[in-house]
């Protein structure tokens, strides 16, 4: 999610709720610490140099149960983070305290607030030499299928 659509999002909300790839929610009591711009400037393994641009948002969970962020009061923490180090219009990456830090993209379902899954990957699969996964046709599709060679379904 870009931070433009989250701003979207803010003002369809009347509270803000976010839900881990497990289906559970962040304690309501939670405080956005961090908002910030990180810029990442690399080579990846094949030797392509590279550079991303995302924003930084950092949940963290208190002792203080009544604490309650609203959705205006966030847009107000956006807003000055956009004038004080110009954020730009850029992904959304968010970080929640589990066993340790973690990572998560965002996404919005109409009413709460996704932290959905990242996962690594290799930038450059066609000159690192990670081997590409052969499938033979005959393992595709379940044991159960009745379109299978001979069947004539196809």
Known sequence: MKLSTLKAALTQCTEI????PNGSFVSPHFHVTEVGRISK???DCGGIERTEQTINFQLFEAEDFDHRLSAEKLLSIIQLSENKIGLPDSEIE????????????LDFNGANFLLTEKRTA???????????????LKTIGSANSS??????CC
């Open 122 to 136: 290799c930038l450059a699969e066609d000159q690192c030499g990670i081997p590409k996964k052969k499938v033979e």
């Open 147 to 152: 379109c299978t060679p001979g069947s004539g």
């Open 41 to 43: 400037h690399f080579i």
């Open 17 to 20: 709720r976010f839900i881990l």
């Open 94 to 105: 968010v970080e929640y305290q589990e066993g340790t830090i973690a990572k998560y993209g």
